[in-house]
């Protein structure tokens, strides 16, 4: 399952959930859904970018200090 999938399905749940009305959990969901379309779209401004999907194993882990 790759990364755009989940980020889609999780927009949906959590656009289900901030349409339940003015409950902290409705509120939460907006936020969360929030944060999601903003990773979506930095994800497609890579793609664009770069001609190719954002690799996250590509990413050198930090070295310990």
């Known amino acids: 399952m790759g990364v755009a999938l989940i980020l889609e399905i999780l927009q949906a749940a959590l656009g289900g ?3 339940l009305g003015k409950s902290k959990v409705s509120v ?6 929030g944060f ?3 990773i979506q779209k930095a994800q ?3 793609e664009t ?3 190719q999907p954002l ?3 590509k990413i050198p882990l ?4």
């Open 62 to 65: 930090e070295a310990k200090v």
């Open 28 to 33: 939460d969901a907006g936020i969360a859904e």
């Open 55 to 57: 690799d996250l194993t």
């Open 44 to 46: 497609a401004a890579y």
């Open 49 to 51: 970018a770069t001609g």
């Open 36 to 38: 999601v379309l903003i």
């Open 17 to 19: 959930l901030s349409a």
